[in-house]
């Protein structure tokens, strides 16, 4: 199969085709690599190979939904066993992983054929991807600029045509955020949905969760069939609707009610172009017979995003530590950024922590009352289009007041001083919107309707109540037979 037929289907189209005997899984493969050589030298989307490894399972029978698809896993939590997950970071490039993450083994259960692991920033902290441990990934719509974080390996790839479909992972917009970015569709599962074992039974308190970025709604319906599904390890009985998401994804999603704010929740700038797409839209929704207007969620957001850095930096820290006792590394091995945020987390006191954990509860229960009156929240996903390589760096006078700081051990002075403004600012004004759905446990998708004048992605933001996926799906359906995407593809 050559390229360009390969690059019409999406990962439900290929299976098909496998399954009808018009193509093999080796085929697929080989094109799939072959796609990945031409466009890797100008993304650098993945970070470790492991063609030899889907070569062999290629050669071999596979069953299931996606039998004999080309697939990628994110290097961050989605553990493949006997090869390291690296996480972004130089600590733990060479530490081998005993066994598959559950949902790489439903993937492989699936008939799927991965042949690589994608780029991700130092532990998956940041909305960019560019990790020192193995450089930065590129946006195909524009090399200059930020395919997002912290999936944005994955989504690079997705976007340039070496996958359809490829893993993802979003604890604070990390599924959202790169498909926005990369015109793609991606969709954050709610809280307990999806597994996360078998090391853990959940991440940031299920605040991050495991999912996809694809070219296609039908693929993500599809992949959640895959995933969801009874963990008899971990902390909560799988919610799953009557009926597969597949079929879900198909229905017509009636008449919504749907308010829409692009008002920045750190009170930060929203682009104009961000204003645009969700404006854009909602005119869109109108037309196709929705009931849409502006309206606030209800939820304290900046507060809602101090708990939320509250969570973040102390997890950092724990895995930082966690790292340096398994590894025996200096700290030293990690970024400068990852170790400012690491020493912001450790001097913070536990009734601090509590008492931010205890407020994603006062959050939930007013988006909660939101979803009363509204079906759906309506956002930009992006609070401006995707930035260029290296421009969130923190400047140089910030760097070497952070190494001035953290070589007194005075890590407590870094939460009165401008290093965690810098930081609150990096990490959070460029994409002030998606943690909302993260801290609640709600459903969220970007959906890639919007093109800025210059041609770039920038997608918006849809979040949904509790249990919300086939309703977001079926939206997604029908605004892609309103203005498809699939087709559109980078100048690479």
Known sequence: MDY???????????????????????????????????????????????????????????????AGVPF?????????AGLPTGAGSRSLVSHPQPVHATVVQRWLDAG????????????????????????????????????????????????????????????????????ACCGLFGLKPGRGLL????DVAERLHG??????????????????????????????PTARPAEPFADLARRDPGTLRIGFSTTSPLGTPVDPQAVAA?????ALLAGAGHDVETASSGVDERQLASDFLTMWFAAVAAHVAETRTLTGCGPDAFELDTRVMAAVGRATSAPTYIAAHGRWNDHTRRLAAFHERYDLLLTPTLARPPVRIGELAAPEAV????????????????????????????NLSPVP????????????????????????????QFVGPLGGEGRLLALATQLEAARPWAHREPPL
């Open 4 to 66: 360009t037929e390969y690059r019409r289907h999406d990962a439900v189209g290929l299976a098909e085709l496998v399954a009808k005997g018009e193509v093999s899984a080796a085929e697929l493969l080989e094109t799939a690599i072959a796609r990945a050589e031409e466009v890797e030298p100008r993304l650098h989307a993945i970070v470790r190979p492991m063609y030899e490894i889907a070569r062999a399972r290629a050669a071999g029978p596979l069953s299931g939904p996606f």
């Open 72 to 80: 990628l896993i994110k290097d961050l939590g989605q553990h493949y």
């Open 112 to 179: 799927l054929v991965p042949f690589g692991k994608t780029n991700t920033p130092e532990f998956g902290a940041k909305a960019i991807t560019e990790p020192e441990a193995n450089g930065p990934t590129r946006n195909p719509w524009d090399t200059g600029r930020t395919p997002g974080g912290s999936s944005g390996g994955s989504a690079a790839a997705v976007a340039a045509g070496v996958v359809p479909v490829a893993g993802a992972s979003d604890g604070g917009g990390s599924i959202r955020i790169p498909a």
């Open 195 to 198: 597994p996360d074992g078998p």
């Open 207 to 236: 605040a991050a969760v495991n999912g996809v970025v694809s070219r296609s709604v039908r693929d993500t319906a599809a992949m959640l069939d895959v995933l969801a599904g009874p963990d008899p390890g971990g902390p909560y």
């Open 278 to 282: 969700v404006e854009d839209a909602a």
């Open 399 to 426: 760097q070497r007041a952070s190494r001035v700081l953290l070589r007194a051990h005075a890590a407590g002075l870094l939460a009165r001083t401008n290093v965690l403004d810098t930081l609150i600012d990096q």
């Open 433 to 460: 919107f998606t943690q909302l759905a993260n801290i609640t446990g709600r459903p969220a998708m970007s959906v890639p309707l919007y093109r800025t004048p210059e041609g770039l992605p920038l997608g918006v």
